[in-house]
């Protein structure tokens, strides 16, 4: 059986001490911390010495690109970013174009909502960029669609609105009610 030479451990540990460099206000070493914001450089006499930088200049993720997506500035697709500061929309073309959007956008549609009858319903976008509508009342009223409302009412159930959904033979209308679900045919006229 061979025997392991612990010196060249220490001797890695002792090289990573000097990697990231020394402290430009009080010259100790730095190292990588951790805050809320994620892993960060900052010196080792913390708290006395409270420099800080980030390991990244521009440090952001890019989760998810949107699909059938332009830029407004440049023509770029647009991606669902997460950054320093949470979720954000952002040109894909970063960091030529700089153009950002945030993630709770919110579009008024003329639909009252149907659970409450004060609110109206709002398109919004989620962190993933996917759309959904809810009720402006919330948090008391907590109504929720993820497809586009139509102001047409049930023949079933008598529910004021139905969602648009998209089939291989085209659109179709459905109940949004879990007990009903009731379909309207894309050979039926849809109504405007």
Request: proline share 8%; net charge positive.
């Amino acid at each position: 059986m061979s025997k392991i030479d612990h010196s060249l451990f220490k001797a890695d540990e002792h090289a990573l001490q000097h990697a990231y460099g020394n402290c430009p206000q009080c010259d100790a070493k730095l190292q990588i911390r951790t805050g809320r914001s994620g892993p960060f450089l900052g010196c080792s006499r913390y708290p006395q010495c409270e420099f800080s930088k980030p390991l990244h200049e521009y440090q952001y993720h890019e989760l998810k690109i949107i699909e059938d997506s332009a830029c407004p500035d440049c023509g770029a697709r647009l991606a669902v970013k997460k950054g320093r500061y949470g979720l954000f929309i952002g040109c894909t073309h970063f960091p030529q174009c700089h153009h950002i959007e945030k993630m709770n956008q919110k579009t008024e549609t003329a639909i009252g909502c149907p659970a409450c009858g004060e609110g109206q319903l709002q398109q919004r976008t989620n962190r993933f960029g996917k759309t959904f509508f809810a009720c402006d009342g919330y948090p008391a009223c907590k109504y929720l669609l993820n497809h586009p409302p139509v102001k047409h009412h049930c023949p079933q159930c008598d529910w004021p609105l139905m969602v648009k959904k998209q089939a291989a033979q085209g659109e179709y209308l459905q109940c949004p009610q879990r007990q009903c679900q009731h379909k309207i045919s894309p050979s039926d006229p849809l109504p405007e």
